[in-house]
């Protein structure tokens, strides 16, 4: 399409938009004769609304920083900035949920005779269905706990090993090191390394950096211990234990290394182990001034293991749940909330303070207690289902019953870090999971006795249980509870709901009654089939569907807390470079399955980015809003959507799509994800300074205005470079993957800062 006719069909489409629907086919008709012309027009007002159409054209600022329309739709009432937390989109009309169940004066007569022998039939087939709603809840939930388990101690270990890391790589401290291993390499090195100051010097840092507690040993390449934090000295110039030489030779090797919780109990001369309670340390390589490693640093005393706990501790879910950290060999290497009960059972000593590193997480095939304690050695006992399995190395979960360490029936989760060596179990006892099952069996047949009793009051109750429906049926779809409209979109409405028996919150989008047909029905199932088979962390989740009583579906999705990229940017500004980095890596990593998938996103642009201030760097984005995600190579017996010309927003769409709106090609994506980092730097979108009406034809022909022209700081020029690359009219001078975009932000990661503290105190300040 050219400029000129996209101008145009533009300009028919804002005002017929404004006409009642039945009357716009008729205006179209009388303002031009071009039927290629009417039917694009058609198109955009069956498809977008007018919020959709003109914020795709140019945004303005409003009052307050809010992101406001401009054009026709700057009447709308409430702006982005006002909707709650969620999937966010253009606000759209409330949708009515007029119940199609109409009142039957026969029915309560008819049921009073047929109500007996059908009422017990119910009770089973609704506890059937109950039971396998409830199951597939929990597995949901138990999956969420897994992955939130795994994510949140990968993430604190690796935030801990970059800390040992940044330490190393202070200049005075390597100067120090340096000075020391010199010196170690004399024939009997221990007196010279007594003399030298640059023990001093490193105590001294090492102290500013640990505070009075820290715990420090350096190692040269012999294993020779070069300075500790001990006051007396007596290790320096020892040897290090026989035991610690593979952790010092893969250190040497370059690694960072995190140890596992464990006792400390061999001694070695000058060196007494510390038992008081399980110990975590760290092991980084001190680099010379060649880059290559000349000692390794052991650091600890910085509240390692306490952290750990705490983690867990948070994790720990409902009155039984229990989150635990577990070795290869089945010995819990955490604590555990339920050390109580196994003191109280005889599994531990009366005078133990703590299960970790000295059980083993056994299945003893009954429930202990001092009434049927356990009578074999709890070490000869099989592992129980998720123990064994996590120190396979597996990932899984299961709501069949097993029996946990202390014979207590639990369903559970188990994910494996290999970063830590370690696996993460999560359980909760059958009973307490599966209690709203009990309730409503006995609920089902106390109602199935008073029905057959008394067929009359039967039909009474059905009658009022019609009228209940009908009260509430706009209130509730399947098995979620209404709670408030967070926006609509061209096709769909998004509420904020709640899951009826689990009380879990959820983003429930429904399709609007206006775009209930046949067509948009098999559009909006191969949403939610596409969305639903991503499993990234960094892309939306879709954990139900279903249908509603009037035979619309809808979908449940993860509810995500915070702001999409277009609302931070309106509220704060242009983003750091640090943070873009980090924002635009998430991205890479869900594209890079939906790509791996076949999938081709189509749309990806701030509106479609959530950022929310969880994971262990207090920044975290989610991409969503896979409508328009296309198969690379489709199957001919899918359904096909119809191309058109607003199937993208066109400062964030790649050139080629423009001439081939068609075409599936996942480096569009990577063009997109460009845009995306370009809006985050500069603080306004690609080709923002020119008219609307010749967008297209300058998207074609030209380039953005160069990042560096925007942002003035050399310092950001690496990045740049990579979005401009991004960003390519060119498919083949792109980066041709996601994957590929990654690893390049992962080399210039370093080199911006975007820490904790900062993610944190601007959430504080705008979120």
């Known amino acids: 399409m050219t400029p000129e006719r996209y101008a145009a069909a533009r300009e028919i489409f804002y005002q017929a938009e404004e006409l009642p629907v039945d009357e716009q086919l008729a205006f179209v008709e009388q303002q031009t004769s071009d039927p290629e012309l009417r039917q694009e027009v058609m198109s955009l007002l069956q498809y977008h609304d007018a919020d959709a159409a003109v914020e795709e054209g140019a945004t303005v600022k409003g009052e307050g920083g809010r992101t406001v329309v401009s054009g026709p739709a700057a009447a709308t009432p409430a702006s982005l900035a006002d909707l709650p937390s969620a999937i966010r989109v253009a606000r759209g009309s409330q949708i009515s949920a007029a119940s199609s169940i109409k009142r039957r004066r026969w029915l309560p007569l008819a049921l009073s005779i047929a109500v007996a022998l059908p009422s017990l039939l119910a009770v089973y087939g609704v506890e059937r269905k109950a039971k396998a709603s409830l199951e597939a809840s929990r597995s949901a939930q138990l999956k969420t706990l897994g992955d939130t388990a795994a994510l949140a101690v990968h993430e604190w270990a690796q935030g801990k090993m970059e800390i040992a890391r940044s330490w190393a790589r202070l200049p005075q401290l390597q100067f120090s090191v340096e000075e020391l291993v010199q010196l170690g390499r004399q024939k009997d090195p221990r007196e010279t390394l007594l003399r030298s100051s640059a023990r001093d010097d490193i105590h001294q840092q090492m102290t500013a950096l640990g505070g009075q507690g820290v715990r420090y040993v350096f190692w040269d390449r012999n294993g020779t211990t070069l300075a500790s934090w001990q006051a007396d000295a007596a290790d320096v110039g020892n040897p290090i234990p026989a035991d ?117 997480a056994g299945d003893p095939g009954h429930l202990v207690s001092q009434r049927q304690p356990l009578r074999q050695d709890a070490e000869t006992l099989p592992l129980t289902i998720a123990v064994s399995h996590a120190a396979a190395r597996k990932n899984g979960q299961t709501v069949q019953a097993y029996r946990d360490y202390r014979g207590v029936k639990v369903i559970g989760a188990w994910r494996w870090l290999p970063d830590l060596e370690l696996g993460t179990v999560a359980e909760i006892s059958v009973e307490e999971a599966f209690a709203p099952r009990g309730l409503l069996r006995w609920s089902l047949l106390g109602l199935a006795a008073v029905m057959t009793l008394t067929a009359a009051a039967t039909g009474l109750v059905v009658d009022q249980r019609f009228r209940s429906v009908r009260k509430t049926d706009a209130e509730q779809f399947g098995r979620y509870e ?286």
């Open 244 to 360: 610690a030489t593979p952790e010092l030779s893969r250190a040497f090797a370059g690694q960072t290394l995190i140890h596992k919780p464990d006792y400390v109990e061999h001694r070695t001369e000058g060196f007494s182990p510390e038992t008081a309670q399980p110990l975590m340390w760290l092991l980084t390589p001190v680099l010379d001034a060649n880059g290559k490693p000349q000692a390794v640093m052991l650091l600890r005393g910085i509240g390692l293991y306490e952290e750990l706990t705490h983690i867990f501790d948070r994790l720990d879910f409902e009155s039984t749940g229990d989150t635990y950290l577990v070795d290869d060999r089945g010995r819990l290497r955490s604590e555990v909330r339920h050390t109580a009960d196994l003191i109280e059972a005889g599994l531990l000593p009366d005078t133990a303070t703590s299960a970790a590193i000295v059980f083993r």
């Open 482 to 767: 209404l709670i408030e409209e967070l926006g609509s979109g061209g096709m769909g409405v998004v509420y904020r709901a709640r899951h009826q028996l689990m009380k879990r919150p959820a983003a429930l989008k429904v399709i609007r009654p206006d775009r209930f047909d046949d067509e948009n029905t098999l559009r909006f199932d191969r949403e939610v089939q596409l969305a639903a088979g991503l499993r990234s962390l960094h892309s939306v989740s879709v954990f139900d569907y279903g249908w509603t009583s009037d035979g619309r579906a809808y979908c449940a999705m993860e509810l995500l807390d915070g702001m999409t990229v277009h609302q931070a940017i309106g509220r704060s500004g242009p983003m750091p470079a640090g943070r873009v980095v980090r924002l635009m890596m998430h991205l890479c990593d869900s594209l890079s399955e939906a790509h791996a998938m076949g999938l081709v996103h189509r749309d990806v642009k701030p509106r479609n980015v959530m950022v929310s201030p969880q994971g262990d760097r207090n920044d975290w984005a989610v991409l969503f809003d896979f409508g328009l995600a296309k198969s690379v190579e489709p199957d001919e017996n899918l359904f096909m959507t119809q191309e058109r010309i607003w199937a993208g927003t066109p400062m964030f769409m790649a050139p080629e799509r423009f001439r081939n709106p068609g075409r599936t090609d996942p480096r569009s994506d990577i063009y997109s994800l460009g845009a995306v980092g370009y809006f985050m730097l500069a603080g306004k979108e690609p080709f923002s300074e020119i008219d609307p009406s010749g967008m297209f034809e300058l998207i074609l022909s030209s380039s953005p205005v160069p990042l560096h022209e925007l942002i003035d700081l050399p310092e950001v020029s690496l990045l740049s470079e990579l979005i401009h690359r991004c960003m390519d009219r060119n498919p083949e001078a792109r980066p041709q993957t996601a994957e590929e975009v990654r690893v390049e932000l992962a080399k210039i990661e370093d080199l911006y800062d975007w820490t904790r503290h900062q993610a944190r105190q601007w959430w504080a300040t705008f979120g």
